[in-house]
């Protein structure tokens, strides 16, 4: 059987298809079932669950969310063992929460989806993959944003003479003892794993383009005692909604960026304390409001780059030759392993070249490179699409499960009102969404992202902010409560029916009046 009889092959029908297997995805097919909904399944690319926690388990990699707020509100663990948890913490605690709330079984693992596209006639999804099509009439993207590293394209990077690697694809297997090893970004993952490999390396020479403000990370390990206590009733609750409070007070500075600068004199103690070298101090400090870009935790980072073995070069690589690397500025190291921490693709998302709608554009095509959507979830030209973690959802002070649970809560609401109202077809309007969008847009001009003085990943290629979230999460959270069918345009199964009967008549009416003219 060729490839392409075998992608065409239906392989199974649903009511409800999730893409992913991270948070969102798992946290979908719980709130599904929780609503009766369990005609669904979830198919994941990679051999087992975890999206994010999955991929990215580089030296030092953990969470900079404290964990009793990065989880479930209905899955709370109260036997994490840090304040912030570490990779194989997080990723346990989203198998256990998957098995505890029996979605395993609805799980499709090595399923790689290629192309997405709507059947306007059958009022259905296509989902093509190698293993052959699936379909259902509603699709819920659960990819996120962490998903897809971006690879730069540095001029002679195929020439190098060494090793090769992504930080979200680390190679455990090589043993980087005694190597003289290029980092190039400095961004979140580096300067969690910097500080690990640095006492073993020989040389490490770290490229960083731009300085990041970094604050102290008030990691602790939670004891036994502690571990006790939120054992008791309610003690785990206040916890969260404390720290909730706390996080949501710290995202004012990102919509009033004044408060931020204050808060920047902590950042350059923070510096201070642990960098003497002037010239040193003076690459990583940065010159832009802090929030602009994400704000960073660490306690290591500033450490490990004043060690002896530890270079700065303040610019981008301009140029590989051998094992010879030349920075923009001129500047050149010799290495023996390069670790590519440049990040991910956020505003170009993957996926989006993907799906295509009722218009047969995809939309990557309809985007233009400005993503766009209705609440974050819904885009018009997609009908019974939803997205979690969409445009313009992103927030840089608090838990992505507060974007993720009240989406979800947004999306099971849709499905509830088109499975009681036997709606089949359900699509935004366009002037919902252009109305919607126009305000997030206009309340962004004055967030830190828009003003703050820096290239972010917030930015997209168009000079648009299509990343950011412009409000408080508790306008999110309420913004999205309720599914507000009256922004859509709905189709229900009986006027399907009618619409098939008035076409058919049609269609009759046709032939008859051709059968008399011919006679």
């Known amino acids: 059987m060729s490839n392409s009889t075998i992608q065409n092959k ?19 097919g719980i709130r599904l079932t929780q609503e009766g909904i369990n005609d669904f399944i979830i198919l994941e690319k990679h051999k087992n669950l975890g999206g994010t926690w999955r991929d990215n388990n580089y030296p030092g990699c953990e969470c900079d969310v404290p964990s009793a707020l990065y989880s479930y509100s209905f899955a709370q663990n109260k036997n994490w063992s840090k304040v912030f948890a570490g990779q194989e913490e997080i990723l346990s605690y989203t198998e256990k929460t998957a098995r505890d709330f029996g979605i395993m079984p609805f799980l499709r693992f090595g399923i790689n989806v290629q192309n997405i596209v709507w059947q ?6 296509l989902v093509y993959t190698e293993q052959g099509t699936y379909q259902a009439n509603k699709v819920i993207s659960c990819v996120g ?26 190679n455990h297997e090589l043993d980087l003892t005694g190597k003289r090893v ?19 390396v020989k040389e490490l020479v770290a490229f960083q383009r731009t300085p990041q403000w970094i604050l102290p990370k008030p990691d602790i390990k939670v004891n ?40 920047q004199g902590l950042a350059k103690w923070h510096i201070n304390r642990h960098i003497k070298d002037e010239t040193l101090k003076k690459k990583i400090t940065p010159d832009y409001t802090m929030g602009c870009k994400r704000v960073l935790l660490s306690n290591h980072y500033y450490k490990a780059i004043a060690k002896e073995n530890v270079e700065v070069i303040a610019s981008g690589v301009e140029s590989i030759s051998g094992n010879t690397i030349t920075a923009s500025n001129g500047e050149q190291c010799e290495a023996d392993v390069i670790i ?40 018009t030209d997609f009908p019974n699409f939803f997205l979690v973690l969409g445009p313009n959802l992103a927030i840089g002070h608090n838990s992505a499960f507060i974007i993720i649970e009240a989406q979800l809560d947004y999306v099971v609401g849709a499905l509830i009102e088109m499975r009681d109202k036997k709606v089949t077809r359900l699509e935004v309007n366009s002037q919902a969404q ?23 990943y917030y930015i997209d290629e168009n000079g648009k902010n299509s990343i950011g979230f412009p409000w408080s999460t508790l306008k999110l959270r309420k913004m999205l409560a309720k599914f507000d069918s009256q922004a859509y345009h709905v189709e229900t199964q009986s006027q399907l029916d009618s619409n098939n009967d008035i076409e058919t008549a049609a269609e009759k009416n046709s032939v008859a009046k051709s059968e008399t003219e011919n006679a």
Request: glycine fraction near 12%; charged fraction near 20%; hydrophobic fraction near 40%.
């Open 120 to 125: 306007e006639e059958q009022q259905i999804w």
């Open 434 to 456: 252009k109305n919607y969008n126009v305000e997030v847009q206009r309340d962004l001009q004055s967030t830190v992202w828009n003003t703050g003085g820096c290239s972010s």
């Open 340 to 379: 590519l921490g440049t990040g991910f693709h956020v505003s170009d998302v993957p996926i989006a070249k993907h799906v295509q709608g009722k218009s047969g554009k995809t939309m990557d095509e309809i985007w233009q490179g400005s993503p766009e959507a209705y609440r974050g979830t819904t885009i």
């Open 182 to 200: 290029a980092v190039i970004g400095t961004g979140a993952s580096a300067i969690q794993f910097i500080p690990e490999i640095q006492p073993k």
């Open 145 to 170: 944003y962490l998903h897809e590293p971006i690879l730069p394209k540095l001029n002679g990077l195929e020439s190098f003479n060494g090793e090769v690697f992504h930080s979200s694809r680390w």
């Open 10 to 28: 239906i392989v199974a029908s649903h009511d409800v298809i999730i893409i992913g297997s991270g948070f969102s995805g798992i946290g979908a």
């Open 224 to 263: 036994k005692l502690v571990r006790g206590l939120f054992h008791l009733p309610f003690s785990l609750n206040l916890f969260r909604k404390t720290l909730y409070v706390g996080m949501e007070t710290f995202g004012l500075g990102f919509r009033h960026p004044k408060i931020l600068k204050r808060l």
